[in-house]
């Protein structure tokens, strides 16, 4: 089962959006509502953002929004703050109990 | 509150295997399945597998079939991960982390574990 597939980097200013994408195949991200994104700080453990592709768990602000269209997830950060910079992760389940991640995308806000 | 703390720092030769754990509380250990996941210095996150804390149940991620041991200790609310046959690729930080529905909702703070002669 291979990673999902995700930028290496993005980047962007204060106040502005980015979005970051991760793409799977039709046994994973394609074929279950069961995307999941984390966001992980130098030396940390991850933090769960977003779950079942668009859903924000109680205290992730609202500037992050999840969404799919067919094998391709997406994470979006509007109002760019200076402590959004840091590593995202998505993560699908992949059937059969199995789950994959991505590679992961490192945030810079200039 | 969930916590989940994982123990200490391991450095182990080549060959040999570590076993690593986690602790859980603020929540009813048997209730939620637990999964590993593992990080390389400076990659990503890699799915391990899960323990049903319940029935003691496991399921490995294909890469680690034959090499990982997940097992749990109900009566101290405490889940294991051991990785036999260890090479300097098994370099890495370990979490444990608590699934709730199809999503990681709580982590361990890590375990580095270092392969060295």
């Known amino acids: 089962q291979s990673a999902l597939t995700q930028p290496r980097s993005v980047s962007g200013s204060p106040g502005q959006s980015v979005t970051i994408s991760c793409t799977g195949t039709?046994?994973?991200?394609?074929?279950?509502?069961?995307v999941s994104w984390y966001q992980q700080h130098p030396g940390k453990a991850p933090k769960l953002m977003i779950h079942?592709?668009?859903k924000r768990p109680s205290g992730v602000p609202d500037r992050f929004s999840g969404s799919k269209s067919g094998n391709t997830a997406s994470l979006t950060i509007s109002g760019l703050q200076a402590e959004d910079e840091a590593d995202y992760y998505c993560?699908?389940?992949?059937?059969?109990?199995?789950?994959?991640f991505g590679g992961g995308t490192k945030l810079t806000v200039l | 509150q969930v916590q989940l703390v994982q123990s200490g720092a391991e450095v182990k030769k080549p060959g040999a295997s570590v076993k690593v754990s986690c602790k859980a509380s603020?929540?009813?250990?048997?209730?939620?399945?637990m999964h590993w996941v593992r990080q390389a210095p400076g990659q990503g996150l890699e799915w391990m597998g899960w323990?049903?804390?319940?029935?003691?149940?496991?399921s490995f991620a294909q890469t680690f079939q034959g090499r990982v041991t997940m097992t749990r200790d109900t009566s101290i609310s405490t889940a294991y991960m051991e990785l036999s046959r260890l090479t300097s690729d098994d370099r890495a930080v370990y979490y444990c982390?608590?699934?709730?529905?199809?999503?990681?909702?709580?982590w361990g703070q890590g375990t580095l574990v270092t392969v060295s002669s």
């Open positions: 982390a608590r699934i709730k529905s199809y999503y990681f909702d709580y």
């Open positions: 039709s046994s994973d991200v394609g074929a279950y509502n069961y």
């Open positions: 603020g929540y009813t250990f048997t209730d939620y399945y």
């Open positions: 323990i049903n804390p319940n029935s003691g149940g496991t």
């Open positions: 079942a592709v668009s």
């Open positions: 993560c699908s389940y992949a059937g059969s109990y199995t789950w994959v």
